[in-house]
């Protein structure tokens, strides 16, 4: 494949934006070599600037569940566009929305929306302080929470693949009330709990994990933060940014069978276009402003063209919900056909998958939590993106990321995907 226009363009883009792009995993420093610029995309497939196409296995990081430029989802942003992108005052579709959101997903009254994941992970811890007036909180190493101050701290993807895990510019001050725990150890929770007894406001997880690739809990672990966080007054915050509205109408809680106190919300919550949101019951949502004394607010959240494109995306699902269903079925598929090339090659690896998410690693052991997932083979890693983009399919260039299945991807695209691993190995 040639991409000669796609590197013309980095070479440019470095130079007037920090090394060429607006969020670092873009940048294929893990990987190695320069990133592809996307001219246009449709359904399950990406085109580059220089005219390759690809089968798109991020469906940029999981909003486009339904594919790239759906219609409904396009018809809906361009008759909105028309009549204004945004007025700084209330409109009706915020309220059609948050209805919507609010009868899908089990335990929540009612919604805030903000204009991405970070500020509502950022804005769900805050409200936590608010309303139990503690200031502590526990995260697990490993798991991502956006880009906020408090979650920089062992951080999963982007900041794990740059070896940055507390980056720079987070002070102390912050870094002292975030408590690190590890996934899939409850053991690692109750410590933290018991030394700091009153003191922890919330434990913020992302319930099943896709920043250190797609990592599952178990029953005992899910249900035990449950019980703990219950028995202890601390909320259990459930960043759903990824597997809201992927995993199901409810989302993980439903998928798990397990309640949150507040959840979070991103990417497929606004239809590929930047909307978060964060959610509770409406006990803890009526401390936030102006209804209570927790501030927070936004001069873009709720307009028209986010709420309009999210509207669309959440009326399609709620209205299909076998698209779920169909989805995991395909994953499967995915996973089986990678799995026989891999064993027959004799390469070592794990796959885990849960819905519509998977993850391959090049380790030797389950991969349960950051330590094990960190332990796959780089190299290897590298050899198979590279090999798989060279053959036509777009995987998530770090091995520290989930695959997000989209509903355009057909039989026909697994197959293919699947004889590509071969021709890798
Ligand atoms: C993507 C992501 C975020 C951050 O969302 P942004 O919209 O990128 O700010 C937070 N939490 C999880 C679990 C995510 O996957």
């Known amino acids: 494949m040639n991409y000669k226009r796609s590197s013309a363009l980095f070479s440019e883009a470095k130079q007037y934006i920090p090394g060429g792009v607006n969020s670092p995993v873009r940048a294929f420093k893990a990987v190695g070599g320069d990133p592809i610029f996307v001219k246009e995309a449709r359904g399950a497939y990406l085109y580059d600037e220089d005219g390759n196409e690809y089968i798109d296995y991020i469906a940029s990081w ?24 945004s007025f700084g005052m209330p409109t009706e579709i915020e309220t059609q929305l948050a209805k919507l959101a609010v009868s899908m997903v089990p335990n929540i009254d009612k919604i805030r929306f903000v204009n991405s994941g970070t500020e509502a992970c950022m804005s769900a811890v805050r409200l936590a302080r608010g309303y139990t007036g503690k200031d502590k909180i526990i995260k697990f190493a490993g798991c991502y929470h956006g880009h906020s101050d408090s979650f920089l701290i062992q951080a999963g993807s982007g900041a794990v693949t740059f070896g940055s895990p507390n980056s720079p510019g987070v002070t102390q001050g912050t870094a002292k009330d975030t408590l690190l725990a590890n996934y899939n150890d409850l053991k690692s929770v109750k410590e933290l709990t018991n030394g700091n007894k009153n003191e922890i406001a919330a434990i913020i997880i992302e319930p099943v994990a896709g920043n250190m690739g797609c990592i599952i809990p178990t029953d005992e672990f899910i249900q035990g933060l449950r019980d703990l966080c219950t028995s202890e007054g601390i909320l259990l915050i459930f960043d759903e940014v990824m597997t809201g509205f992927r995993l199901g109408k409810g989302g993980a809680q439903e998928a798990l069978g397990i309640g949150a106190d507040i959840v979070c919300f991103g990417k497929v919550i606004g239809g590929g276009l930047p909307v978060g949101a964060f959610a509770a019951r409406e006990e803890i949502m009526n401390h936030l402003a102006p209804d209570g004394p927790v501030y927070q607010a936004g001069t873009l959240s709720g307009n028209p063209l986010a709420m309009s494109a999210g509207l669309a995306m959440l009326t399609e699902l709620n209205n299909n919900p076998g698209i779920f269903e169909s989805l995991a079925k395909k994953t499967e598929y995915l996973h089986q056909g990678i799995s026989e090339v891999l064993v027959r090659k004799s390469v070592v690896h794990q796959i885990n998958r849960f819905g519509s998410m998977i993850s391959v690693h090049f380790a030797d052991g389950p991969v349960i939590d950051f330590t094990s997932s960190a332990r796959g083979n780089n190299d290897t890693f590298k050899k198979y993106f590279h090999g798989m ?17 989209n509903d355009a991807i057909s039989y026909a695209d697994l197959d293919k995907t699947i004889e590509a691993v071969k021709n890798v190995f």
């Open 62 to 85: 999981g909003p486009l569940i339904l594919g790239h430029a759906h219609e409904p989802v396009i018809n809906a942003v361009i008759e909105k566009a028309k009549k204004g992108t």
């Open 389 to 405: 983009l060279s053959q036509g399919v777009y995987l998530p260039p770090s091995a520290f990321e989930s695959y997000f299945l």
